[in-house]
DNA sequence: AATGTCCCCAACCGCGGAAGG
DNA sequence: CCCTTCCGCGGTTGGGGACAT
């Protein structure tokens, strides 16, 4: 109890950055729980963290959004639904934090989407431990657990996750559309599709993870309809 | 000028996973 | 294994500035 009360919440002072960007500065980042410790900063571990990542951080851009930007978050919110801190990994300079922010002050507004702060069916990880983001993730994964023939189409040996084979066989279960989007056309969207499935499936291991971090990432999601999610597939 | 309301965003909270002893 | 600590995530809150009355 005492503990938890020799902590200061609320805002920051000028102060108290620079206690904690003097200590990261000579430490570096990490082992936030040891600040208050040393330097006597009255900040839990958490909000020492925070504070660094979301704002004292020098990779941190300050200032407003730009078109460029929020056309970005719009395209990957589509593509990963709540998931603030992959989008905003792919965001340069802007936070999950900043991310999460301008979309429910700003995108939904913008995109006239309504009660910005209702839970999106299956965001939570105490749901399901698969971690369900949106409505239609959970359909999807619905759909792969009623089709039995999807598991031996898709696991045979010594294959990495064939990307071709795996767009053929969505596309004979219904979850994508042959030919008559963006995806169907372009590899690089073959790509993107075959490591967002991935992680959804459970039909992958646990562990593996989709990079977002690949080749034409950017380029892709040029090509992304602003509009496209899972369910108009 | 005073008061009320709205809106933005920094910060907090609760939870789960990973790592280490 | 079990427990503790640390880290990271997404949802939520509330302080305070901007604007309206």
């Not at 979309?103 to 939904?108: D, E, P, Q, S």
């Not at 009660?115 to 105490?126: A, D, E, M, R």
């Not at 959804?200 to 993870?209: G, T």
């Amino acid at each position: 109890m005492e503990v938890e009360n020799r902590y200061k919440k609320g805002l920051w002072t000028e102060e108290e950055d620079r206690i904690l960007l003097d200590y990261v500065r000579v430490h570096g980042r990490g082992k936030w729980n040891r600040i208050s410790k040393m330097t006597g900063l009255q900040r839990c571990g958490k909000s020492c963290r925070l504070r660094w990542l979301n704002y004292l951080s020098p990779t941190v851009k300050r200032g407003g959004f730009s078109e460029e930007e929020e056309d970005l978050i719009i395209r990957l919110h589509n593509l990963l639904g709540n998931r603030w801190s992959l989008i905003a990994g792919r965001v340069p300079g802007r936070t999950d934090n900043q991310v999460k922010n301008h979309w429910n002050t700003h995108l939904c507004k913008k995109l006239g989407i309504k009660n910005p702060n209702k839970k999106v069916v299956g965001t939570s990880k105490k749901t399901h431990p698969a971690l369900f983001h949106r409505v239609e993730d959970s359909q999807l994964i619905q759909t792969l657990h009623s089709t039995d023939s999807l598991d031996s189409k898709l696991c045979h040996d010594g294959d990495d996750h064939d990307h071709t084979k795996l767009m053929e066989v969505m596309e004979s279960e219904n979850l994508c559309t042959p030919g008559t989007d963006a995806l169907s056309n372009n590899g690089e969207s073959q790509w993107m599709m075959s490591k967002h499935f991935a992680e959804l499936s459970p039909l992958f291991p646990v562990d593996y993870q989709p990079n977002l971090e690949g080749p034409g990432f950017l380029e892709f999601l040029d090509g992304f309809p602003l509009d496209l999610t899972w369910q108009s597939l």
